[in-house]
């Protein structure tokens, strides 16, 4: 039986390949190479290169493939850039999500692992978040993600399909031997921007706002190990396999980090001297995200084993180290 990952060439995504190959899963990747890279997929998976909204290709792959389960990491993930193109995110990842429903209905798949996001909380009223939190999504990637997670639960009541909901929090960091990693382009998330200026390919990292109501006025994050996170996921599917009822589980690493803890952790990791300057706040930036994710420690048996930020960070670097230019191997020589 077959495992088919969606986005499977994206940063996520191929490393849950990746992890999903070394355990002996049969797996199967979709990804319309839009953001991912089709280097990032592991050999042994079988590749299709397309898109999700695409009814008659998706039903060309479930007659091909004994998909038992699905893990959906086809998204678009920005939020600035959904703030200011709402109607590709609601295309793209509900529709997208709907058209994924259509075909695992018609052909009789009923489990699947969904990347859901913080996002979905909004400002928080308490630290940690728990799952039983208010979800008030304050940008339209945050309100998609609560939508495919509201339509995985009525597919669930009418069809019996069950889901889990991840709801990520930061997600960062490399497979330790450093032969894939995050490569985003344009980039915007702290950790590879922080690198890239590391490495000399940016002259300053910008510290979005240091006025925040924290400790040294610059924003707390909850940063999880990719390989980590990956874990949860081949944990979920397990889950449900086992015949166990839906559910949405938080991933973070439960500590918090600021803007300026990362930056100094990343110069002591790297040995560089990371020019940084204080800029404006970013619009929809929350001052504190830190994530409670007992729930999957407790039921899904969850034990993150990288949750040293030296060590997130480390792993990130030696990914830069090997690969500057990402996978664009062209300019690696
Ligand atoms: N930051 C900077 N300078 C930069 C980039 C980021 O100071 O150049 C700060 C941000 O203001 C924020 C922190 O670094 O405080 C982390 O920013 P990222 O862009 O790396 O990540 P976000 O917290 O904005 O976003 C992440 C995921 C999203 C998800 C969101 C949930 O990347 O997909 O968490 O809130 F939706």
Redesign the pocket.
Known sequence: MTVLVLGGAGYIGSHAVDQLIEKQYDVAVIDNLRTGHQQAVHKKARFYQGDIRDKSFMESIFEKEAIEGVLHFAAH???GESMQQPLQYFNNNVYGTQVVLEVMQKFGVKLIVFSS???TYGEPKEIPIKETADTNPESP??ETKLMMENILKWCDHAYDMKFVALR????AGAKLDGSIGEDHSPE????P?ILQTALGQRKE?????DDYPTADG??I?DYVHVVDLIEAHILALDYLKAGNQSAVFNLGSSAGFS?KQ?LDTAREVTGKEIPAVVTAR?AG??ST?IASSEKARNILGWKPQHTDIKAIIASAWNWHNAFPNGYDDTKNE
Request: a positive charge; aromatic letters at 12%.
């Open positions: 993930s920005l939020v996001s913080a996002a990637y945050g990520y929090f930061n997600v915007s998330h702290l950790v921007l990292l910008l510290i979005f706002g610059t924003c994050r803007v990362m970013r930036d929350p995200l």
